[in-house]
């Protein structure tokens, strides 16, 4: 027996009408004579919402408390000071995300986790799908997973995909569709020896997806209407329509970042998609670097000749040059408005994997331009392709003109996600769609500027009328060349057959769906409104203790009230960004636990410093931590002074021009230290973590350093220079010099390397030393409480550097004044 035994694994996954709730239960046994530290780590989908959490001891429940995000952070940051793992929420990949908690478990005791979660299963190209991830860490004599699928109109088809669908584990998976097909089952139950033998496993047992894709019957064009409680739900996706010709426009930035494997890649999807344009199409080409090259200046027909020249040009397209999105998009709206055709629907589709830095670069700026030319007359697509992309302004610009924003992850089929996005939005069926309904209040979105082939409409609202008896709804919408109108009813009293645990599943429904559009149309409102609708969308995930960008989830554990913090990771997400410059040598404080219980002071102001603290406004304008202006800075009394050395990674040098005095800090804004080599004396702010930084910009000779924080150091740094790139993380780093790759694996061979033109790359033990041009970084390999993480430092940089971000060249100069006040430039700030 395992001194710590799992010993039973449960996922239990109920779908009703697409809403999918999803429970994980763990029963975990100490069989030590003494007390054991007990993990419990799943991955769920990031569109989900978690809406529980327990833990059970010697009879005893632990329950997660959702809370505001402000309200949970003192916890949080009281938890990291105490050296604890308090974020236990992260990204993973593409499509999960991480989460993860501990607890202490006494001598021959059990303990059992149980996790809910909730999403609305999206259609998209024609299914609808449900991912189920398992990795235990461990074989497990009592693994099930059952899913319990009911959908009123019938299942079309069922089927089942997945790394946990193998010859291997073949007569584990079982699935039963009822004969009215309104209900399926799906069972994995694999014995212990199966459980080490498919394809990823191993001795730590399963380690894979089960994914259900499947579909429903649509007998009624007019939708599926569903009424329980108080709340409806209308499903609307017609298939009896003609496809509407379309107008599409592909912008394809050609920058030099985008050289080698990217630009090969987009070459190969726009290949592929010119290929799958209709006849009755119509389609224009712009690429843009620093200066926009339009292929046409009017949209041509999808002829064959015409396609012919379209792919001599994808063909041709190089990489080189800066990023001018402003003018790259204006174009393509100007060439989508030169040919007007009645009865077509126009798409414009963005591809870049970088921020704007020639032409206009004002990210608000260029926004308000697009949003301008565009005039709601069609959507406009945002694809960031890569890591280091700026997402919050794509997905803005994006929402602000209904359409949406994707990631295309830098990965051998970049091109594949390239081509599924397109067949998304390939097949418009109707335009300008409002759905109608009489006696129901607070709807989700009723008005959808396209409906494509394959998706979904999906609307809930309440019944305001508790008299009311019968549901009527009315649906509008162009064709390609006619009005339509589909109308329904529906009888307010009929009851759903659902299971009873579930019968308030349309409410939740509508409250999931609801959180999510307020959360998108916040990102596009300023002012008042943006704090109204944001406040709906607070008010709404604590009322259903839904995990959203805008709550926590607090856990307190039994010993000794530890706590941690669950916070729901946001796709790219990046503090806000402000107008002002910052220059200064920053050398980085550690994370460890001693640090983190203290705060380094300017002489003559004990208990000052500068707090980069994240706003949690989920303003979405913003970029890479750069500026200055964006300083959230308090003032507290002085605390007692205790002398003491802190311990920096970094050039020893700066140990010199540190203040000796340490003050145990009272903040409770969570983020890593940075110290910034200033005059008259070193500034210490913080950064948020699980935000991307610009580490540093020189803009002279076109070198760049970006990076992505978590609670303990750097998870991933992305270091550009010229055509060049490097990809840096805790497990390895790989370079591009924009012909070919290579990867190299941290502890393997010290002392390897590689030179070109424009690199020299050497491994030292744990350090990276990397020379760009005139630019000398070290990258440290650090490990704190069993997880690795990054360190970067500037080792050598030209004097004459036009340098930008948190590394940047010293020079930074401030001024004091009366009332812990201190003077940057012409700003005035308050020193917490």
Request: proline share 4%; charged share 25%; aromatic share 8%.
């Amino acid at each position: 027996e395992r001194d710590v035994d799992i010993y039973s694994f449960h996922i239990n996954s109920t779908v009703n009408s697409r809403y999918a709730i999803t429970v994980i239960t763990s029963r975990v046994a100490n069989r030590l004579s003494e007390s054991k530290e007990v993990h419990f780590e799943v991955k769920i989908p990031k569109n989900a919402f978690i809406s529980k959490f327990r833990m059970t001891i010697e009879g005893k429940t632990y329950d997660g408390v959702v809370k505001q995000k402000e309200a949970a952070q003192q916890q949080y940051s009281q938890a990291v000071s105490r050296g604890e793992s308090a974020g236990i929420v992260s990204s993973v990949g593409r499509t999960l995300e991480d989460f993860k908690t501990s607890v202490t478990v006494a001598a021959f005791s059990k303990v059992t986790f149980e996790l809910t979660y909730e999403e609305l299963l999206k259609r998209r190209l024609g299914k609808y799908q449900l991912q189920i991830n398992a990795q235990p860490m461990q074989t497990v004599s009592d693994f099930k997973i059952d899913v319990y699928i009911n959908e009123h109109p019938g299942i079309s088809f069922l089927e089942i995909k997945g790394g946990l669908k193998t010859q291997e584990l073949s007569s584990a998976v079982t699935s039963t569709l009822a004969s009215s097909t309104k209900e399926a089952w799906v069972n994995f139950y694999p014995t212990r020896e199966q459980q080490t033998k498919c394809e990823g496993c191993g001795e730590n047992g399963l380690n894979g997806d089960l994914i259900i894709e499947y579909d429903v019957k649509r007998p009624k064009q007019n939708g599926e209407l569903q009424a329980l409680n108080g709340y409806f739900v209308h499903y609307f996706a017609p298939t009896d329509i003609q496809q509407i010709p379309k107008n599409v426009v592909f912008l394809i930035d050609k920058s030099g970042s985008m050289r080698g494997t990217k630009i090969h890649q987009t070459r190969l999807a726009m290949l592929k998609i010119l290929g799958d344009l209709g006849g009755d199409d119509y389609f224009g080409l712009i690429t843009f670097d620093s200066n926009v090259d339009v292929w046409n200046n009017e949209l041509l027909q999808a002829t064959e000749s015409n396609l012919q020249k379209a792919t001599s040009f994808v063909k041709s397209i190089e990489a080189r040059g800066g990023t001018n999105i402003n003018q790259a998009v204006l174009n393509g709206v100007e060439v989508i408005k030169s040919h007007p055709r009645h009865g077509s629907a126009s798409i414009l589709i963005l591809l870049t994997d970088g921020d704007p830095t020639s032409g206009e670069t004002n990210t608000g700026r260029i926004q308000e331009n697009v949003k301008e030319a565009i005039g709601g007359k069609f959507p406009l697509y945002c694809l960031g392709f890569g890591f280091d992309v700026n997402f919050d302004f794509l997905e803005k610009m994006a929402l602000e003109n209904d359409g949406v924003a994707r990631r295309i992850y830098e990965d051998s089929d970049a091109d594949l996600q390239l081509q599924d996005f397109y067949k998304e939005v390939a097949t418009p069926l109707l335009t300008d769609v409002q759905l109608n309904y009489i006696g129901a209040a607070n709807l989700t979105q009723t008005s959808f500027r396209q409906y494509y082939n394959g998706s979904e409409i999906v609307v809930a609202g309440q019944i305001t009328d508790n008299s009311l008896e019968t549901l009527h709804t009315e649906v509008i919408a162009i064709s390609e060349r006619t009005n339509i109108t589909y109308q329904q009813s529906i009888s307010t009293k009929d009851v759903i057959d659902v299971l009873p645990q579930h019968e308030n599943f349309i409410q939740r429904l509508w409250a999931y769906l609801t959180v999510k559009q307020l959360l998108e149309k916040e990102v596009t409102l300023k002012g008042d409104e943006k704090e109204a609708t944001r406040k709906k969308a607070l008010d709404l995930s604590l009322k259903y203790e839904f995990v959203t960008p805008l709550t926590s989830m607090v856990v307190t554990k039994p010993q000794e009230n530890e706590t941690q913090v669950a916070h729901k990771p946001k796709e790219g997400e990046k503090p806000p960004r402000g107008s002002g410059r910052t220059s200064g040598s920053a050398r980085v404080l550690n994370a460890y636990k001693k640090i983190s219980k203290q705060v380094h002071s300017l002489d003559s102001t004990p208990g000052v410093f500068l707090s980069m603290a994240p706003k949690y406004s989920l303003t979405k304008d913003s970029s890479l931590i750069t500026n200055h202006n964006n300083l959230r800075i308090k003032t507290h009394d002085a605390a007692p002074t205790i002398t003491k050395t802190a311990r920096i990674i970094g050039d020893r040098n700066i140990l010199r021009s540190m203040p000796r005095d340490v003050s145990p800090t009272i903040t409770t804004v969570s983020g890593l230290r940075f110290l910034i080599s200033a005059q008259p004396k070193p500034i210490c702010y913080k950064a948020p973590v699980g935000h991307k930084l610009r580490l540093l910009l020189d803009t002279s000779s076109n070198f760049s350093m970006n990076g992505e924080l978590s609670e303990k150091g750097f998870q991933h740094i992305a270091v550009h220079y010229k055509t060049a790139k490097l990809l840096v993380s805790p497990t390895e780093y790989v370079y591009s010099d924009g012909e070919k790759n290579v990867t190299h694996v941290w502890g393997q061979s010290p002392g390897q390397g590689l030179k070109s033109d424009s690199a020299s790359i050497i491994l030292r033990d744990n350090k990276l030393d990397v020379t760009m041009g005139s630019m000398r970084v070290f990258f440290l390999l650090h490990k704190k409480d069993g997880e690795f993480f990054l360190w970067p430092f500037i080792r050598r940089q030209p004097k004459d550097a036009n340098t930008q971000g948190i590394l940047g060249k010293p020079g930074l100069e401030f001024e004091e004044l009366p009332g812990s006040k201190i003077k940057i430039g012409d700003q005035e700030v308050v020193a917490e």
